[in-house]
């Protein structure tokens, strides 16, 4: 009896152990030291900064917002159906048809990037979980593919364990901080005032997370026509920072 008494309790250490260390992966993944290229982008800001959309902290704020209800309403549908079924077959056909949802090629172009990128460091560093690397080996040398960065994100965040609200939550995390210092960078706010935005903006991306979470991908829609408008002029800019 004592033997069996002991043996549980080392299966329960062991447990707690390997869910502790699972924590750490799944805030590596929100980590910015993670080399995704996220802060190659700025999600259409550079293009609303030289278009006079945003010239102005006020500006900047209200952006940062239509921002975040757009990636909300449109890729979170994505991460949500993504996670819920973190296998090949659901990964590639949320994929596929993400890349026909978007039709603006400079941030259809970011998503490849970004995704790739996601995908190939994942699963360079996730090695616990080689399920990881067996889809994405099994799927590079497809032709239809495309590598979009919000199924690809709600894939890594099933197989790490992570619950449908803090994934949706994290990827809207991801977006905010990077938006917020693709803003440090173009010079509208210095690193104390962003710090200061991005935490009072915080309470309203917990608002639009609850309007938009939970939603399968059938349901994704576009609510800011022309923040993508402007994001599509990206590349006629005369000179640039950043690439979306």
Request: glycine share 6%; hydrophobic share 45%; proline share 3%.
């Amino acid at each position: 009896m004592a033997k069996l008494i002991g043996e549980d309790a080392i299966r329960e250490n062991d447990a707690s152990r390997a869910s502790s260390c699972m924590q750490w992966s799944q805030w590596q993944l929100l980590d910015s030291i993670l080399p995704t290229g996220g802060f190659a982008h700025s999600f259409g800001l550079e293009a609303a900064v030289q278009t006079r959309l945003v010239s102005s902290p006020t500006d900047l704020e209200t952006h940062i917002i239509h921002v975040l209800d757009k990636t909300a309403s449109l890729l979170l549908p994505f991460v949500y159906s993504s996670l819920k079924s973190p296998d090949k077959e659901t990964w590639q056909r949320l994929d596929l048809l993400l890349d026909a949802t978007l039709t603006n090629q400079v941030s259809s172009k970011a998503s490849i990037s970004q995704g790739s990128a996601l995908f190939r460091i994942a699963a360079s560093v996730f090695t616990e979980i080689p399920s990881l690397k067996m889809i994405r080996d099994a799927s590079l040398g497809s032709k239809e593919l495309r590598f979009h960065h919000a199924p690809i994100f709600g894939l890594v965040c099933g197989l790490l364990g992570m619950d449908a609200e803090t994934s949706q939550r994290a990827y809207l995390f991801v977006t905010l901080r990077d938006v917020v210092s693709a803003a440090t960078r173009l010079n509208l706010v210095g690193p104390m005032g962003a710090s200061v935005m991005q935490h009072r903006v915080a309470v309203v991306a917990e608002t639009v997370l609850e309007k938009w979470k939970d939603r399968d991908a059938g349901e994704a829609c576009q609510t800011s026509p022309l923040l993508d408008v402007v994001q599509g002029c990206h590349g006629y800019l005369f000179s640039r920072l950043f690439c979306s």
